[in-house]
């Protein structure tokens, strides 16, 4: 949770309707109506009724806590089942929310709510504007707390300046750490992402020029290869040909490494030099 956001701010009560049946029927009506019942993280939507030989089962908040307001399916099943259906109150606080919900909580109305980001293996980043860089430390945390895999969270700041097209970003939440492993169809890449450029946003592009322009004849040239994620694709793929290029050494130093690391050096050559003078060479 930010830590200088009280509790109380994320703090809900919410009252549904359960469904108390036999331990014998709670498998045939989860499968049955899996997508009707309460699903908040964190929640257990079975709970065991002790002594009676029953379970009590909690129903989405979307029906609220009118039993004629269920669905008829679900109507019926309890009429024909005599199912005991009852309220049930719970109190919710920061870990049964959403990501979303929880950055609602925190943005002001008028300031736009991060709607998603872009990942590479552990790290999130963003690209905050200037209103949402005053919720930053708050954004990031939430966004860190509430995705399992994330353990970093960057925003840019500034615009790409440099040829290496590296970006300027702040740590808002998480390790300090920026070497990561990102998979994309399968292949592995490892990655700084203070050091080279770097785009998962890209995957697609790439699988369309590999599927549509690439054949196993073909001698592919990657002037601008970057840590080779067109170049090792397209050898693991089909089986191409590639001399992979990139002016930063830093891409070089991870071209070679996953270029070993998923088995294509029979077929990737690594280059690091200015791309005019690589494609004179
Ligand atoms: C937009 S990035 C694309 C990288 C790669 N194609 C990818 O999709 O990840 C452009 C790359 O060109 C490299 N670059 C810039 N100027 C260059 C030059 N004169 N010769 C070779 N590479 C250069 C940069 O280091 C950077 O990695």
Redesign the pocket.
Known sequence: MPNHCPQSIYKKSLTVLSCNLPVKLIGEFNKRFKEKLLHVPKVRNVIGLEDTGKKKILLSEKFGTQKDQLPEDLQKYIAEKEVEVEEHHLELGYENISCQEALEKIIPEGIIIPSGFESVGHIAHLNLNEDQMKYKKEIGKIIMDKTNSIRTVLTKVGYIKN???TYDFEVLAGEETFETTQAEDGVKFDVDVSK????SK?AQE?TRVIDQFFGKDDVVC??????G??SVRAAKAKGVKVLA????PE?YHYLRRNIVNNKVADLVLPYC????E?VKH
Request: aromatic share 18%.
């Open positions: 040829v290496y097209r080279v450029y770097w785009c890209l790439r990657d002037m601008f290869c970057g840590i994620p067109l290029n990139d002016l930063n891409c030099m200015d791309a005019r690589f």
